[in-house]
């Protein structure tokens, strides 16, 4: 039996300033998911076109993040744990700052690149460039801003620093000053929040991205189907910053501990005591919390704990599976609207609705379920390494979904052959170059430039070019569309898909936690967070990112043939990408769990008869001769489950 502990009521200090701090605490995690797993994810490709980037060189900022986030989570729980809401306060400062950046980005190296205006000059028209001289020399402008790009990966790696806090001491922070029934409650609060945040990211993104970039009228003949369009891509980062710095700065006003911590903490004490072996609870003593202990004793208390658990085989299979599907799931966040947005031929904003309107209700609905698999069918450490397979297994197959794609696009001397008339016989060699992308379409081929279609005058009501090719033929503004029938399918496709690798996301943080001894949770939990992180999430993108670069068919290139961002993609190519990538991390993290679960079973068979198989079997290694768990170890093992959650979802 466990010792019967009273709770003082709702009333007091702890109250008004818990409710505040839970108020501030869950405003943190609504801003860094709404940044990190929504608005970043949304604006790169249109950040790639503001400052003239590849995919490979944007894939850095959200890895930035998650290198960053690897480095100092482990620093941030130790230090930062003596005063925990000023940790989390300066963290949200700094997450501002970072966000901040981003934004001054724009405001400092965007260029008003003004496109298709009614002023002719502007619109590249044949009849205006046939007589006039074009440099085909090197100069000395670059393509690309080497500043912005700077400020970016300043501001991504401040925001991965000031993120650290708020699933490390922003969760145990919470934990001390409230008693176990309302701790679960506004944990429950705070997972809702994460699970929506991101969500909420893309659909303000895209709402953002239909905005002019400048927030004013854009150019006459100017929409937001134009290729050049860049929205306010900016408005999001702002509106983090300014929550970053104003939470911040309420949480540096808190005082370390809470007038009744004390109490909480020795009465949580006191309930694990069990009546049988203790008569009196002990007392808390200070000298051996952990914020009392140096650097040097918290690493020999683990490197005992890290050897044990780097050399669980189970464990060790266990997290380099799930990095096979960290790494997929960092790429696609990073991409998937890219590739919405290529292969179907939608506006960036539309790319965003649909991807976040797709994949955070399918993760959701994946994680929701593997919850009650495991709960519903009571499912032990190794019955949960069966179904980790036997789902990775399902997921392969899911993943060949990607197979469906759209036709490319038909450009004229890039994917056909030049059809370019001349209008004099200058006009051909005077047309400009690549670094001008002003798509015109004319029977299913597409135009890089009017000049390129020979086209003269242009129609200020329709917005169309006319007198193209030497006669009376009409083009129309934009690339052509190619007609594709895919995207309903697509989205049902990709609601699946997203729900299938989700749905073994609880049910290998069971595994993670049953494979190894009670004492060793913690820093499973901590390794396996790393591990996402510097093995998964950190080259995701950027492996992706090169792909994506390796199906462009036409870079915004200058006459130093230096190369900007892609214009066009070919699709066939992105679809080999996107299937290449997640077959193979798939079959491979499969295998691995494969491996995994029959080690397993073999060490439960070899293990002693006279020990029936439970959850304290860890990996074949009996910790507890009783083999049994009583509800207190169970209700610890849930909030170890939760906690990695968090730390997941961080």
């Known amino acids: 039996a466990v010792v019967s502990t009273q709770w003082r009521g709702s009333s007091g200090i702890n109250a008004e ?6 108020v501030l605490w869950c405003g943190c995690i609504l801003a860094q998911s709404m940044l990190v797993s929504g608005f970043l994810n949304v604006v790169l490709t249109t950040i790639q076109v503001e400052f003239q980037m590849s995919s490979a060189k944007a894939a850095m900022f959200p890895s930035n993040y998650d290198i960053a986030v690897a480095v100092t989570v482990l620093l941030v729980s130790h ?22 950046c ?23 028209l044949c009849s205006d460039l046939a ?20 400020l970016l990966t300043i501001g991504s790696i401040m925001i991965g620093l000031g993120a650290s806090p708020v699933y490390t001491a922003g969760t145990t922070f919470c934990d001390e000053i409230f008693p176990p029934q309302k701790v679960s409650l506004y944990f429950g609060i705070s997972y809702g929040i994460g699970a929506i945040a991101p969500a909420l990211g893309f659909i303000l993104g895209g709402v953002f991205l239909t905005f002019y970039k400048t927030l004013g009228e854009p150019p006459e003949g100017l929409t937001n189907e134009n290729a050049n369009w860049v929205g306010a891509w900016w408005l999001g980062f702002l509106i983090c910053a300014l929550f970053g710095y104003l939470s911040g700065f309420l949480l540096l006003l808190f005082p370390a ?4 911590c004390a109490e909480v903490k020795q009465k949580k004490l006191e309930m694990n005591i069990q009546v049988a072996n203790a008569e009196e609870a002990p007392t808390l003593e200070p000298d051996s919390s952990p914020e009392n202990q140096t650097f040097v004793d918290l690493l020999k208390d683990m490197l005992p704990l890290l050897k044990s658990v780097l050399t669980n085989p189970v464990f060790v299979l266990c997290v380099l599976g799930s990095i096979a599907d960290s790494l997929i799931i960092s790429a696609f966040a990073a991409w998937l609207p890219k590739i919405v947005e290529s292969q179907f031929g939608v506006t960036s904003a539309v790319a965003a609705y649909i991807t976040g309107g797709v994949t955070v209700p399918g993760a959701a609905g994946g994680i929701i379920v593997s919850g009650l698999i495991v709960k519903l069918r009571k499912l032990n450490g190794l019955q949960c390494a069966k179904w980790q397979f036997l789902i990775g297994t399902v997921t392969v197959i899911t993943q060949l979904g990607f197979l ?26 005077t047309c400009p170059g690549r670094d001008v992308y002003e798509p015109v379409c004319i029977d ?56 299938a690798t989700f749905l073994n996301n609880v049910i290998f943080l069971t595994v993670n936690l049953r494979c190894v001894k009670d004492s060793e949770r913690v820093i499973a939990i901590s390794l396996q ?18 792909f994506i670069d390796k199906a462009c068919i036409l870079w915004n290139e200058n006459q130093c043939g230096e190369k900007g961002a892609c214009q066009e993609y070919n699709n066939t190519d992105l679809m080999k990408a996107a299937v290449t990538m997640t077959m193979v991390a798939k079959i491979i993290g499969t295998i691995l769990y494969l491996i995994g679960w029959r080690l397993w079973a073999k060490r439960e068979k070899d293990s002693p008869a006279s020990v029936p198989y439970s959850d304290d079997v860890k990996c074949g290694v009996v910790t507890n001769s009783h083999v049994t768990k009583d509800a207190d170890n169970e209700a610890e093992f849930e909030k170890d489950l939760n906690g990695a959650a968090l730390s997941i979802v961080a």
Request: proline share 6%.
């Open 17 to 22: 300033y818990g409710q505040l701090y839970v």
């Open 79 to 100: 230090f930062g744990s003596a005063h925990k809401p000023r940790t989390l306060g300066i963290g949200m400062l700094i997450l501002g700052t970072g966000s901040l």
């Open 102 to 124: 981003f934004a001054l980005a724009h405001f400092i190296f965007g260029k008003d690149n003004v496109v298709q205006a009614k002023d002719p000059e502007k619109m590249h």
């Open 131 to 150: 007589n006039s001289e074009t440099s085909t020399e090197c100069g000395e402008e670059t393509i690309g801003n080497s500043g912005a790009y700077a």
């Open 257 to 260: 501990q809470l007038p009744e």
């Open 404 to 429: 469906i794609h759209c036709p490319s696009l038909s450009i004229d001397g890039v994917t056909t052959a030049s059809r370019s008339p001349s209008c004099g016989l200058e006009c051909p060699t």
């Open 444 to 499: 299913g081929i597409t135009y890089t430039s009017p000049c390129s279609a020979a086209c003269v005058n242009y129609n200020d009501t329709s917005l169309d070019f006319y007198n193209c090719c030497g006669d009376d033929t009409i083009a129309t503004a934009g690339a052509c569309d190619t007609n594709c029938k895919w995207l309903i399918p697509y989205i049902i496709i990709l609601f699946v898909i997203m729900f």
């Open 529 to 546: 967070s790393v591990a996402f992180r510097v093995f998964g999430s950190f080259p995701g993108p950027i492996i992706l990112g090169v």
